[in-house]
């Protein structure tokens, strides 16, 4: 037997005795004020920790929480055990009423709060699932003292909480009476406690603290116990399948009834199980010798080595490759389930579905046959371990039993929102208590969002004396007076003929004029637009911007300007080009556009400078020189963008004209309006821009010269003056347009 097992046996072994009363059937020796319990020879810990949304969640999501839970199981230190416990109890009547239902305030809308209990209590005692899911975390330590015990779980608790953060689950450590309220809910369900536990008063009367929730009774036959008036039921996992899904857990925990089901866990240091693992396959191999000497013995050569010691060696192997490999740990595992019923055919009805549950995994609960007592004792979270049907499992196969489910939403004096689409329970919620209070609903037209939404306002309205302000925008077609709709005359008519029209038939286009749809379509292009960047570079002024470039170097894919932009590689700054609409928008309206280093841009720009001043002419200069004059004044440039602009939209009008002869969706007609659109506002801005004066300058009325153009570096302010233009073709070409018309195609570095 492995020594952390045995180690174990021996520590929690304690002497029979047989109980004489109800409180000597309850395990627990001693109690301390910050919640610890000493349970026979260990002194154990609570921790609750909520639910998270894992059985809605995406493949990549559970796939991310699965493991996470693995680092929480293979953190658990290996010199105590732990208990993963799920506890289905039914909301009490009483707790459920003061926290979910209205309560009367004598101001004569008591009606209406009674109705709306009448709802909410239908809702939980009805069809749907009555069952609240908690969920807790017991760990158990042998010590010597108390003090060693406080210092253990305050180092553990500290691990505890921070793993299951990284799984969104908050983890809150117990007090004694919140730890004791678990026992009372279990054994006296729906009795309300008269008064709340003290651990000083009971003292000084001298009380016993298990009276506090202790059953008046408590039987024990060979398959079934008796608490009271209702029956109870030990169950544990017999046999295990080879392959076990996730949901195992939470569907033997659907039953609709009161149920708690505990996983034992009992890590085992890596170190020990390598060593065990190594024995134990140096233990198969030498069988596996000795059957094969024995058959060459007999001339049998050609005999292959039997199933099961070949299983047994392949298993051995894959485990311990697990153990060293791939970061999984020996665990120790049990799992163990009590139910309770008002009656023992019922009882009897619902071990059935359980097993049907088990079996429908591949796997086998069975009874506790005259071991119910120490069963109880096992499955409640005392932190103790009676049971001795420990199955040796991984990290992975330990994880495969995940505790969590879908998260629930039942926050004290909240409003009712609905219910869980999983588990059935009502949404409860006090926005009041998130970060952020606000809400939007969505769904399709009938789904309820009105419904909703107005259902809301009459909770709020009777359940505080907060004012609420309802605000909604008054639709075309109507005035407010006196808080009341009433149809505005002409507005009304307009909306009337409309309405009339398109009962009569009519399409669209025929209700509206042409043109009107046209520039309708136009304003819509232009709001979906991908250009919405060169919006801001406009409002600067076209040619008042720090880099030449700027304004001059545009993609020759969309159209759209390029930008400036400093990446940092690896500490390495580098100064790029990038398309406004590829930088802004990805890939989604520009697909094709490169990024350009700026060194790689000036010196193409410096070759078609010196390229233009070796066959500078004086007809050439007196070409640019006229043009230059001519910007001055911005006449030439404005006919220039004028006839552009004309050009720009005869070309939209006719693809417009092509989009609406088609029935059928157009996304390539529409991308080519999207770009035209903003094409023809750019046009527009710049022909503005143009009256206005922008861009003149001294640099612009000076003569050029050849000597002027007869430069060794890049210069930003000639570029200014003579290149109109530069279109990014590819990553390895650019065209520059120089004013007068020249151009040049110049291949990049």
Known sequence: MI???????????????????????????????????????????????????????????KTAMFLDYSELLNALDSGASAKITIYNRRINKAEFERSVLL??????????????????????????????????????????????????????????????????????????????????????????AAAEFNIHEHAKRGQHFKDWFCPDSMEFSADHFKLDARYGRVLYLQDYASYIKDSFVSELCDLDRDLMLSIDILPVPT??????????????????????????????????????MELQRKETKEMLDDLTTRDQRMMFGLVTLVHLADSKPQLDSDTETLYSTARKHLCQLSTLRWQQKDGLDTVLPYGLRKIQALRTLTTESTAVLIPFRAQEIMQPNGLYYGQNAVSKN????????????????????????????????????????????????????????????????????????????YLSGMSINEIVTKQMFREVQAEIARRNSKSAANQRKRHQGRYNSKYALSERLVCGDCGSPYKRVTWNIHGRKQIVWRCVNRLEYGTKFCSHSPSIPEEELHQAILK???????????????????????????????????????????????????????????????????????????LKANIAESTDGKGEDEEATKQLTAQDLLIKEYDDILTARIIEKVIVHSRQEIEIYFIGGYTQKIDLI
């Open 3 to 61: 020594k952390t097992l045995s180690k174990a046996q021996k520590m929690e072994r304690e002497k029979f005795r047989i109980p004489r009363s109800v409180q000597d059937a309850i395990p627990i020796r001693r109690i301390f004020a910050d919640g610890i319990f000493q349970v026979g020879n260990q002194y154990s810990k609570t921790w609750s920790f909520t639910d998270i949304n894992y059985a809605i969640a995406g493949k990549e999501d």
């Open 103 to 192: 309560p009367d305030k004598d101001d004569g809308l008591d009606e209406y709060r009674h109705e709306f209990n009448r709802m909410l209590t239908a809702q939980v005692t009805g069809t749907s699932n009555s069952i609240v899911r908690e969920r807790y975390l017991t760990v158990s330590v042998v010590k010597r003292n108390m003090d060693e015990a406080r210092s253990y779980f305050a180092r553990v608790g500290t691990d505890l909480v921070t793993h299951l953060a990284q799984l969104s689950s908050v983890a809150t450590e117990l007090t004694l009476n919140e730890r004791l309220h678990i026992f009372r809910d279990f054994f006296k369900a729906g009795e309300q």
């Open 271 to 308: 170190d020990e199980a390598a060593r065990q693992l190594q024995s134990t396959l140096l233990g198969v191999e030498t069988n596996v010798a000795n059957w094969q000497r024995r058959q060459n013995a007999n001339n049998n050569f050609t005999a292959t080595i039997p199933y099961d």
């Open 426 to 501: 009502m949404i409860v919620a006090d926005r009041r208590l998130l970060l952020n209070g606000n809400s939007f609903r969505l769904g399709v037209s009938g789904s309820g969002k009105s419904m909703s939404a107005k259902e809301e306002i009459v909770q709020i309205a009777l359940s505080t004396e907060d004012d609420i302000l309802i605000t909604n925008a008054t639709p075309f077609g109507y005035t407010q007076i006196n808080h009341q709709l009433v149809p505005e005359k002409n507005n009304a008519m307009i909306v009337n003929d409309i309405f009339k029209s």
């Open 608 to 682: 078609a400078v010196q390229n233009l001043a070796a066959n500078f002419t004086d007809e050439v200069a007196a070409q640019l020189d006229g043009i230059l004059r001519q910007m001055k004044a911005g006449e030439n440039l404005k006919a220039q963008l004028q006839k552009q602009l004309e050009k720009a939209q005869q070309e939209f009008d006719r693809l417009l004209e092509m989009s609406l002869e088609l029935d059928e969706s157009t996304p390539f007609l529409d991308d080519k309006l999207r770009k035209l659109s903003g094409k023809i506002k750019i």
